[in-house]
């Protein structure tokens, strides 16, 4: 619930995190999507599949992080509970 003690620093967080991983509209999308594009037109599918499981990897590590900041109660809070 650290997202509500400290706003402005897990929004920032949560908008590099999502760069990180490479959803629209952010610049980190664009990055990928031209090493998407290099790779599949030189014909290196291997280069595909390592930044697809990149990819994936970063979704499994940063989403849960921004789920539990904003959409949880703070340590503090759910002891008072």
Same mark, same amino acid.
């Given at each position: 619930?650290?997202?509500? &003690? %400290?706003?402005?620093?897990? @929004?920032?967080? =949560?908008?590099?995190? *999502? =760069? *990180?991983?490479? $959803?629209?509209?952010? !610049?980190?999308?664009? @990055?990928?999507?031209?090493? !998407?594009?290099?790779? &599949?037109? =030189?014909?290196?599918?291997?280069?595909? &599949?390592?930044?697809? !499981?990149?990819? %994936? $990897?970063?979704?499994?590590?940063? $989403?849960?992080?921004?789920?539990?900041?904003?959409?949880? !109660?703070?340590?503090?809070? =759910?002891? %008072?509970?």
């Amino acid at each position: 619930g650290m997202g509500r &003690v %400290m706003p402005y620093t897990f @929004a920032a967080f =949560s908008v590099a995190a *999502i =760069s *990180i991983i490479g $959803l629209p509209p952010t !610049l980190g999308f664009l @990055a990928k999507w031209d090493m !998407l594009e290099g790779a &599949v037109e =030189s014909e290196q599918f291997l280069f595909v &599949v390592v930044i697809g !499981l990149g990819t %994936m $990897l970063n979704t499994a590590y940063f $989403l849960p992080i921004i789920y539990k900041a904003f959409l949880t !109660l703070p340590a503090v809070i =759910s002891k %008072m509970l």
